[in-house]
């Protein structure tokens, strides 16, 4: 825009607000003012052909001060451009980059440079803020009011409660007209809070609080007028896009053209993939390294699960074998009678790797209070209301339930009705009932005594702080189980 900046006398490139010089602090500072009337594109057109028709350096650098622009932008060229309005408001960096930091200072007592402006009904000993987060977008929406309503009078909770909710209004993906009128009234409202509770909280003098970051809080509604939704034109893709490139300069002397060869040399380098006969010799095929099955489980079955060690050979015990055995007979419509010959000894597992994400166990993890827990899982299954009714049609619900991954096994069986299969499986009591839940592996289902027949297999679980991903895909693993297991709780 070819401004000269945010700092100087008409930082705003909105509205024609005029500063206010701070003998005592030795900067400028936008106080509110009435009637304060937003610039268009032609008045910008007017001030730069002032500035350019000016005939000495000293008379064109007083227009600069006054009207804050330096001069003509190339961006004029584009008759699609209207100045100031193509420039919407970022939010990234206003809200989460300048008005969370500044009021952080504010509470913690650090804003003013003088001790005795930081006394404060609204300052908090510093002591208080050692857990608080840098992601200051996570902290304004999750973590600020419950953290400050502790420490703060009701009004200041309250004035910052205005800010956190047109901070989750301006984040959404689609914001209505009603949604646009309340993100006006909530920014000033607290545009006024800080004026009256902040500024104005005794007879001292304050007027440092004006930032110019506090002023654009105005204009954040009119950009949603323009532009729609803040998620369209936040800096978050471009912060992201500057981190990548940033690492690819190497050379301080000519830093554009080694950044430009450098990303044609990474093009190139990825294009060779396609030439079969170049590649081979570039990007040798690794042999694929092999693991005994007691250090690394697989099957091709379910290429997408691994059980990794520690391991070690575990003979079930009877309330396990018969689970089990109750397992096999939900999957294959048999009779718990008609299974011989089962072996009791298993190998026991204390991982699961699915897609790249290990899934632990209760087994494996040392200690269960400090350290993070990956082996607490939500399940969802299909039960018959009426499974201890034999008379009634069954009427199948489903019903979440919650446990932990006790460990993993594998188990190798011979059915009389089908050839060796491998299952996996992972055996926890929830809520006084045992409960066979294998479907986010090698195995399927069993349910309690009473009601295996009456179970299906999972729809969804959810790995608590392991991964978000394990549900669809737990889901997929298990749909030939489900529709077994339905035919046999019929």
């Not at 001030?47 to 932008?73: C, Q, V």
């Not at 008005?99 to 003013?112: E, G, T, V």
């Not at 990548?244 to 050379?251: H, T």
């Not at 932990?404 to 059915?415: A, G, L, V, W």
Request: glycine share 4%; net charge positive.
């Amino acid at each position: 825009m070819n401004i000269t900046g945010h700092n100087s006398y008409h930082g705003c490139r909105i509205c024609n607000i005029e500063e206010v010089y701070s003998q005592k602090h030795k900067h400028i500072y936008f106080p509110p003012k009435q009637n304060c009337m937003n610039k268009d594109h032609s008045d910008w057109i007017g001030y730069i052909n002032e500035i350019e028709a000016a005939t000495t350096n000293k008379e064109k650098e007083i227009l600069i001060r006054k009207y804050g622009i330096k001069g003509k932008s190339i961006l004029f060229e584009l008759s699609s451009i209207k100045f100031p309005r193509s420039f919407p408001i970022d939010i990234m960096h206003l809200f989460f980059e300048n008005i969370a930091p500044q009021m952080f200072k504010l509470w913690s007592a650090h804003f003013f440079k003088d001790d005795d402006l930081n006394a404060t009904p609204f300052a908090i000993s510093k002591f208080s803020w050692d857990v608080i987060a840098e992601e200051w977008a996570n902290w304004i929406t999750l973590y600020s009011v419950p953290l400050i309503k502790t420490f703060l009078p009701a009004k200041y909770v309250k004035g910052w409660n205005e800010f956190v909710t047109a901070v989750h209004l301006c984040m959404q993906s689609s914001i209505s007209h009603d949604d646009k009128k309340i993100i006006e009234k909530k920014l000033s409202t607290f545009y006024k809070h800080i004026v009256k509770d902040y500024a104005k909280v005794d007879n001292k003098d304050r007027s440092n609080i004006f930032l110019i970051s506090f002023h654009y809080l105005l204009h954040v509604a009119e950009s949603i007028e323009d532009f729609g939704p803040c998620r369209g034109y936040w800096q978050f893709s471009m912060e992201r896009m500057c981190g990548m490139l940033i690492p690819l300069v190497k050379s301080q002397l000519h830093p554009y053209a080694n950044l430009w060869n450098n990303l044609v040399l990474y093009e190139r380098f990825n294009l060779l993939k396609y030439n079969k006969e170049v590649c081979k010799y570039i990007f040798p095929q690794k042999e694929e390294k092999k693991w005994p099955s007691h250090i690394v489980f697989a099957s091709p079955l379910y290429k997408e699960y691994e059980i990794y060690s520690p391991s070690k050979q575990y003979t079930l015990t009877q309330a396990e074998l018969k689970k089990l055995k109750e397992t096999y007979s939900a999957i294959y419509d048999i009779n718990v009678n008609q299974i011989e010959n089962f072996s009791p000894i298993v190998r026991k597992y204390g991982k699961l790797c699915e897609d790249g994400h290990i899934i632990s166990s209760k087994w494996v993890t040392k200690d269960k209070i400090k350290n993070r827990n990956n082996y607490s899982v939500a399940i969802n299954i299909t039960v018959d209301k009426y499974a201890h009714f034999p008379n009634i049609l069954p009427e199948l619900e489903v019903k979440e339930i919650f446990g932990e991954i006790e460990y993993f096994i594998m188990h190798r069986s011979t059915t009389p009705t089908t050839p060796v299969v491998e299952r996996l499986i992972f055996e926890r009591p929830v809520f006084g009932t045992s409960f066979f839940k294998p479907s986010i592996g090698f195995g399927i289902t069993a349910t309690t005594p009473t009601t295996a027949a009456a179970a299906t297999a999972t729809t969804s679980i959810t790995a608590a702080a392991a991964t978000p991903t394990i549900s669809t895909t737990a889901a997929a693993a298990a749909a030939t189980a489900t529709r077994t297991l339905t035919k046999a709780a019929r």
